[in-house]
């Protein structure tokens, strides 16, 4: 079922660091991608989102950065805090925005 | 908008037992979904309905499972009979056609099949 790969698995970076995940997919279809972030015991929420027509899209601390040709997009998280230790997990879905497709999750812990 | 409902929150039976979580999405919303996640397998999209209609009920791992949305305000999701490997976090989402504004999930039921 699984065709986003996402990486790293897990992730530790000090506070004021910069946290990047890696995602990549095959399907060419696909043109909505979102980043979501979950605490523990909470479902998963939206955080961020790009298409496929804009290269990087950025809010606040938090940046999506996508490569077309490579089939890959990025999150990255600048001035990572502690408050930022979650799960994050990256999506892809196709035009009629059913059936989206998310990423293994990376566990991100930010050390004070 | 109170947001995705999910009850029970937390359900624990044994081996054997019927199941039944329910989901109460957004006002407004015609998809929904049912994910189950695990360590193992991370998010699986179970099925999905469409203004109250099953799509996609390929992830349903057996007929044990079975799903129903007999509104456009409630849907259940049903195990019988459940089985330890049943155990995860169950989490239901809805989202509006066209809005691309993501799915938005409830808090999850956790399951424990003992």
């Known amino acids: 079922q699984q065709q986003v790969k996402q990486s790293p698995q897990s992730l530790i970076v000090q506070k004021g660091g910069i946290s990047i995940i890696n995602c990549a997919y095959e399907?060419?279809?696909?043109?909505?991608f979102p980043w979501y972030q979950q605490f523990p015991g909470k479902g998963p929420a939206l955080l961020i989102a790009?298409?496929?027509?804009?290269s990087e899209k950025k809010e606040g601390r938090f940046t999506i950065s996508f490569n077309k040709s490579a089939k890959q997009f990025s999150l990255h998280i600048m001035d990572s805090q502690p408050g930022d230790s979650a799960t994050y997990f990256c999506?892809?879905?196709?035009?009629?925005?059913?059936?989206?497709?998310f990423g293994a999750g990376t566990r991100l812990t930010v050390k004070p | 908008d109170a947001g995705v409902i999910q009850s029970p929150r937390h359900e624990v039976t044994e081996m054997g037992q019927e199941v039944t979580l329910r989901c109460k999405p957004i006002?407004?919303?015609?998809?929904l979904f049912w994910y189950r996640q695990t360590m193992m397998r991370g998010l699986e999209l179970l099925i999905y309905?469409?203004?109250?209609?099953?799509?996609?009920d390929s992830g349903m791992p057996e007929d044990r499972f079975s799903a129903k949305m007999p509104n456009a305000s409630f849907s259940t999701l049903k195990i019988q009979p459940s089985e330890p490997r049943d155990s995860a976090v169950y989490f239901c989402?809805?989202?509006?056609?066209?809005?691309?504004?993501?799915?938005?999930f409830g808090s999850g039921t956790r399951l424990t099949v003992v």
């Open positions: 989402a809805s989202t509006l056609s066209g809005a691309r504004r993501g799915y938005t």
């Open positions: 399907n060419t279809a696909f043109d909505y």
């Open positions: 790009i298409r496929p027509d804009v």
């Open positions: 999506a892809a879905s196709v035009p009629n925005n059913n059936d989206m497709r």
């Open positions: 006002s407004g919303h015609d998809y």
């Open positions: 309905f469409n203004n109250n209609v099953p799509i996609d």
